[in-house]
C-alpha cells in the first residue's frame, strides 16, 4: 500500500468501525471499557494485516534508490 497507513489512521477506521457495528458513536461510562477495548483489538488486528500482507509488484520503499 502506498502510502501506508498511519497508526492514526488505523485508529480512526477502527473507531469507525466500531462504532458502526456497535449503533453507538459514543458509548455510555458503562460501556466505555468495552467500546474502548473493541477499538484498540480492531486496530491491532489491522496493524497486524497490513504488516503481514505482500503487494506484489510494488518495491519496498525502503529499498528504492535514494536521488
Known sequence: MTPDATPEEVHAAALQ????????????A????????A???VAAATAELLAAIEVRGVTPRSSTPAG
Open 30 to 37: 458503562h460501556n466505555r471499557e468495552a467500546f474502548d477495548a
Open 39 to 41: 477499538v484498540a483489538a
Open 17 to 28: 468501525y466500531v462504532r458502526k457495528v456497535s449503533g453507538f458513536r459514543a458509548p455510555a
